[in-house]
């Protein structure tokens, strides 16, 4: 029993350490994004949004899956609010 405890333990802390480098991946994509998006004038920004709203779910998809709402605010907020 006390091996079982200590091999759950042990994938517990592999999948910890996995989280937090998808984490720290996330947010380097965030900053490089957002540094890009600065660069760019307003019409070449709303070109990306109107292109992104087209790849994104229907709205009818977004209300079933609640993961589909999350990714689509996420997106807004990067697209309306990036990292000062």
Known sequence: MKNLIAE????????EEESKELVVQVEALEIV???MLRRLDAA???DIAAGIDRAMPPAA??????DALMLR???EKLLNHPRE
């Not at 759950?8 to 999948?15: I, N, R």
């Not at 998809?61 to 609640?66: A, F, H, K, L």
């Open 73 to 75: 605010n996420y997106v």
């Open 33 to 35: 994004l957002t540094a």
């Open 61 to 66: 998809s977004v209300q079933e899956n609640p």
């Open 44 to 46: 070449q920004v709303s």
């Open 8 to 15: 759950l333990l042990l994938k517990l802390a592999e999948k």
